[in-house]
C-alpha cells in the first residue's frame, strides 16, 4: 500500500486536491471571541468570507496548534492500516505546529518500528506549503518511494518561492510584524508592504510600494525575476484573504507574462488570514531562490 502524505491546514489546498491525492490533513484551530473553531474539517465548506468579514469588525481572533490528541489518532490509524507516513509541515519559523508534530512523530516510530514515519519542515506556509504537498503527491503518484519524495522536498523546499502582500497594515501589527507606527504611517500614505518567507521560514518585509495595484504587480515582477524555466510549465498556486478579483487579476498577469496555464487559486485559511487580515494576497512558484 502506497505511503500516506499527512500536512496540517496551513497548507490552503483545495478540497478537490486534499480528496483527488488522498491526503490527511491535520486541522489547525483558531478562535474567535473566545469560541473555539477548526480551520479545516474534512468535508465541510467554511464560509470564509464570514470569517474575514468577522476581521473586518474587528472580533478578536487567536490561534492555536493542532489538537494533539486528534492528530495522534490521525496518524496513529493511518499506522495501524499499514502505511508508511511522511508529514509535511507548517514552517517552524512561523509557527510551533511543526515541532508539535515533529515529537509525536519520533513517539509513533517507536511504538510502529515495522513503519516508516518521516517529517519534514518545509519551512513554508499557506500555497506555499500547499504546492511542496501537491508536488510530493504527484510524485507518489508515479512510483517514487517514501525516501524519494521526502529527499525532493528537503531539497527543493528553499526554490519553492512565497510573495505576499496585505492591503491592511493594521493586521500586521496585531500580529506583531510592524510597528504601530508604521502601521499608521503606511495606511495614511497608502503603502502596501510586499513580502516573502525567507530560507528560515520567516516572513520579511522586503520593499514598499504605493498603492493596491502596484503591490500586486511586484508581486509578478519577483517571479519574473527568479522563476525556474521553462516557466510556462510551471504550476503557480495563488491565495487570497477574501479579494477573489485581485487574485484572478494576478492570475490573469501570470498568464499574459509568462503563459501558465496551471493556477490554482485558493482562499488563505484563518490560522494565517488572523495575522494577515482581509486582503492578503500571495503567489507562490518554483524559483532559482526563495
Known amino acids: 500500500m502506497s505511503f500516506a502524505i499527512v500536512t496540517d491546514s496551513s497548507s490552503n489546498l483545495t478540497e478537490e486536491i486534499i480528496d483527488e491525492f488522498d491526503l490527511a490533513v491535520l486541522p489547525l484551530t483558531f478562535m474567535v471571541d473566545g469560541e473555539e473553531y477548526r ?158 518567507v525567507d530560507d528560515e521560514g520567516h516572513l520579511i518585509p522586503l520593499e514598499k510600494v504605493r498603492g493596491r495595484k502596484k503591490s500586486l504587480r511586484a508581486l509578478v515582477d519577483h517571479m519574473a525575476e527568479t522563476a525556474n524555466a521553462p516557466v510556462d510549465a510551471q504550476t503557480v498556486f495563488i491565495t487570497h484573504g477574501d479579494c477573489l478579483e485581485d487574485a484572478e487579476y494576478v492570475a490573469e498577469l501570470v498568464r499574459e507574462r509568462f503563459g501558465v496555464a496551471d493556477i490554482m487559486i485558493n482562499w488563505v485559511d484563518p490560522v494565517i488570514g488572523a495575522h494577515s487580515g482581509p486582503g492578503t494576497m500571495a503567489l507562490f512558484f518554483l524559483a532559482s531562490e526563495r
Not at 85 to 98: K, N, R
Request: glycine letters at 10%; proline letters at 2%.
Open 39 to 196: 480551520s479545516y474539517l474534512k468535508g465541510e465548506k467554511t464560509d470564509l468570507s464570514q470569517f474575514y468579514r468577522m476581521m473586518r469588525e474587528g472580533k478578536v481572533i487567536t490561534t492555536s496548534l493542532p489538537n494533539l490528541k486528534e492528530s495522534r489518532e490521525t496518524i496513529e490509524a493511518l499506522l495501524r492500516e499499514g502505511r508508511d507516513v511522511l508529514y509535511l509541515g507548517f514552517s517552524s519559523g512561523l509557527s510551533g505546529t511543526y515541532q508539535a508534530i515533529e515529537l509525536l512523530i519520533a513517539e509513533l516510530a517507536g511504538l510502529y518500528p515495522d513503519r516508516k514515519v518521516c517529517a519534514v519542515d518545509t519551512l513554508a506556509a499557506s500555497g506555499g506549503q500547499g504546492l511542496l504537498v501537491w508536488y510530493a503527491a504527484k510524485m507518489r503518484g508515479a512510483g517514487k518511494s517514501l525516501e524519494e519524495v521526502r529527499d525532493w522536498v528537503e531539497a527543493n523546499k528553499l526554490h519553492l518561492a512565497h510573495w505576499f502582500t496585505v492591503d491592511d497594515l493594521m493586521f500586521l501589527f496585531r500580529g506583531g510584524r510592524v510597528s504601530r507606527t508604521a502601521a499608521w504611517a503606511g495606511t495614511m500614505l497608502n503603502i502596501k508592504p510586499v513580502m516573502h
